[in-house]
């Protein structure tokens, strides 16, 4: 039995033979909670090994999966009873996605196209199993409240990685949409603006975190790393004072994480949503198009995002979006909420040099600290929309 991150290795047979070594050895991997045990070289499990799995349920209270069994072990779950008390998964088939077109590329993976009425999205090689069932959980959960997402239905591998399927009918990346078709960015933004005030409208419930209550909790790691307890109190207050909202959350909200099916929007890539003040779904389309315009034009290039536009292709795009977002042309309503988008952009990018060591030169940092550490000292305002 060997534990990677998150995930439990169990193989060979367990049997009345080996039992008690078993159970010593995985209770002693689990602390608490719920636990994934990867089954893949797991060839056969007897009674005596399953009642180990059952007592370690107990001991948890938590949920315990067992993933990737092979056809003949799962009957044995199933047979048993065990697959109504466990969560018991197959093992995952294997696809190839030489030869299919990639339609879009994300920080997390790449969209292939599989036929005319399917995707797959492979996710990178560091995204574990763990965090994909999660952001399925999410999108499923999403669906229910009304949020126009697309539904995956099957979980594979791809080589060394991951990917999930999903039924999505001549569906294609509204960024590439809009990068193909330039001469009409104006009306593409108009309406995916149209459609994130929509999706803001919806409330949701617990089964989605706080985006403010998580992003003031993760700010704490910045101190003695990044900033001083001064400058952390600062960037947390500037959080804080956004509004609570119970409304749904996307959290990274820009045209790249949004398919277009027959005319109609439809939301991917939800990992990160949860619920709280639309501000939190700005912060991807400022950084990516409002920041983007002071990249160098290797790094435009480069980025997905930004590459094969103008900076002033992304100043509209980053125009239209926020005036038709805001239903304005007041342009001193239309400055203060970029000046606090730009703020709340800040405090939250710089939480990215945490868990992305190097991401950032010094300088950069410096720079995003000190616009929420100004912004702050020269008084909050309310949030203006």
């Known amino acids: 039995m060997t534990k990677t991150d998150d995930i439990i290795k169990i193989s060979g047979k367990i049997d009345s033979n080996n039992a008690k070594q078993f159970e010593d050895e995985l209770i002693a991997a689990v602390d608490s909670g719920d636990v994934t045990l990867d089954g893949e070289e797991l060839e056969y499990i007897s009674s005596a090994g399953l009642r180990v799995l059952l007592k370690l349920k107990k001991k948890l209270g938590?949920?315990?999966?067992?993933?990737?069994?092979?056809?003949e072990v799962y009957d044995?779950?199933?047979?048993?009873?065990?697959?109504?008390i466990l969560s018991v998964k197959k093992a995952l088939r294997n696809i190839s996605v030489d030869g299919m077109e990639i339609i879009g590329k994300g920080a997390t993976g790449i969209v292939y196209r599989m036929d005319k009425e399917t995707i797959i999205k492979v996710f990178n090689k560091n995204v574990g199993l763990t965090m994909i069932n999660y952001e399925g959980k999410k999108a499923k959960d999403a669906f229910i409240f009304g949020?126009?997402?697309?539904?995956s239905y099957d979980t594979v591998k791809v080589g060394e990685c991951y990917g999930v399927i999903y039924e999505l009918l001549n569906a294609e990346?509204?960024?590439?949409?809009?990068?193909?078709?330039k001469e009409h960015i104006v009306?593409?933004?108009?309406k995916y603006a149209l459609k994130m005030q929509s999706m803001h409208r919806i409330e949701v419930d617990d089964r989605f975190g706080d985006t403010k209550e998580g992003t003031i909790e993760r700010l704490g790691y910045l101190e003695g790393n990044v900033c001083t307890a001064e400058e952390v109190k600062k960037l947390r207050a500037v959080i804080a004072n956004v509004p609570d909202r119970n409304t749904f959350i996307h959290g990274d909200a820009h045209i790249g994480n949004v398919m277009v099916q027959n005319g109609e929007f439809m939301f991917i890539d939800l990992s990160t949503a949860g619920k709280g003040h639309p501000i939190f779904d700005m912060v991807s389309m400022?950084?990516?198009f409002?920041?983007?315009?002071n990249l160098s034009d290797e790094a435009k290039e480069s980025r997905e995002l930004t590459r094969g536009f103008t900076n002033d292709e992304m100043e509209r795009i980053w125009k239209t979006y926020l005036m038709t977002y805001l239903d304005t042309e007041d342009e001193?309503?239309?400055?203060?909420?970029e000046e606090q988008i730009k703020a709340v952009s800040c405090a939250r990018i710089i939480l990215a040099a945490i868990s992305i060591p190097g991401l950032f030169t010094p300088q950069r940092l410096e720079y995003f600290k000190n616009t929420v550490v100004d912004y702050y000292d020269k008084g909050l305002e309310p949030i203006c929309f």
């Open 147 to 151: 949020v126009p997402t697309a539904i």
């Open 332 to 337: 001193t309503l239309i400055n203060k909420a």
């Open 173 to 181: 990346e509204l960024l590439s949409v809009v990068r193909n078709d």
């Open 76 to 84: 044995i779950f199933d047979v048993t009873g065990f697959t109504n």
């Open 62 to 71: 938590g949920e315990v999966s067992v993933i990737n069994v092979s056809p």
């Open 290 to 293: 409002k920041m983007g315009q």
């Open 187 to 190: 009306d593409h933004i108009k």
């Open 286 to 288: 400022y950084i990516g």
